[in-house]
């Protein structure tokens, strides 16, 4: 037997707003609220292939870089045509020191979360 990541959690000071980011970034909806913050997640909820996302409300100012991140992969266009759509999304480009020559490009969410868009297309689910 093993375990599964059945949810990510995501502190940060306007759950609202990164909940339209990522729910148009994974195709997410909002499964729900909690006292300080929201749930997204795919549209069939909890306990799919996909983990949800737990946004937290904390005030706690944010230290460094995070330890951990979310790497994404378009499932319908190329890799361009997907750096394009996150960005009219509101992710920004980051530099946490890339060469220019990584296969990836390391965006920030509305909140300066760093995340990395991969090359590969996967199949959706």
């Known amino acids: 037997m093993a375990s599964r ?9 306007d759950p609202e707003v990164l909940a339209r980011f990522w729910c148009d970034v ?17 549209r069939e ?6 983990p949800t996302i737990i946004l937290s409300r904390s005030d706690e100012p944010r230290i460094g870089r995070l330890r951990l991140h979310i790497d994404v992969n378009a499932t319908d266009r190329d890799q361009d045509a997907e750096l394009e759509r996150l960005l009219a999304a509101g992710a920004v480009l ?30 959706p689910l």
């Open 26 to 42: 994974l195709d997410y909806v909002v499964l729900g609220t909690e006292p300080d913050g929201l749930e997204i997640g795919p």
């Open 5 to 13: 990541i059945s949810e990510l959690v995501l502190k940060c000071h």
């Open 94 to 123: 980051a530099d946490v020191g890339q060469t220019g020559e990584e296969p990836w490009h390391v965006l920030a969410d509305p909140e300066g979360n760093e995340f990395c868009l991969l090359r590969a297309r996967l199949d």
């Open 45 to 50: 909820g909890f306990g799919g292939p996909q």
